[in-house]
């Protein structure tokens, strides 16, 4: 399955933009270390990060780009079942 999403906000400033879109793709097995993913996050909602760790056991670790991100220990580990899909391609805004 293929999405488009409309980024919001700046925590993947420089490489998303805020009105940026992302194309998506449920169909990115098996997740490594530097992917970028969309997450459901029990917090904090609907999500564009990029994994920066992967445990067998606790799920993934993920961060944003900018400082002004929440931060990996906020976020906490993600189950990867939150995971909605892998970030194929960008679309700037226009």
């Given at each position: 399955?293929?999405?488009?999403?409309?980024?919001?906000?700046?925590?993947?400033?420089?490489?998303?933009?805020?009105?940026?879109?992302v194309i998506?793709?449920?169909?990115?097995?098996?997740?490594?270390?530097?992917?970028?993913?969309?997450?459901?996050?029990?917090?904090?909602?609907?999500?564009?990060?990029?994994?920066?760790?992967?445990?067998?056991?606790?799920?993934?670790?993920?961060?944003?780009?900018?400082?002004?991100?929440?931060?990996?220990?906020?976020?906490?580990?993600?189950?990867?079942?939150?995971?909605?899909?892998?970030?194929?391609?960008?679309?700037?805004?226009?």
């Amino acid at each position: 399955m293929i999405q488009v999403i409309k980024v919001k906000g700046d925590s993947m400033l420089p490489e998303l933009t805020n009105g940026d879109f992302v194309i998506v793709s449920k169909f990115y097995w098996p997740l490594k270390t530097g992917h970028l993913v969309v997450a459901n996050h029990p917090n904090y909602q609907c999500i564009i990060k990029r994994i920066v760790q992967i445990s067998p056991l606790k799920g993934i670790l993920l961060s944003g780009t900018n400082a002004a991100s929440v931060t990996t220990e906020q976020m906490g580990w993600v189950s990867k079942k939150h995971v909605l899909g892998k970030v194929l391609f960008r679309i700037n805004q226009i």
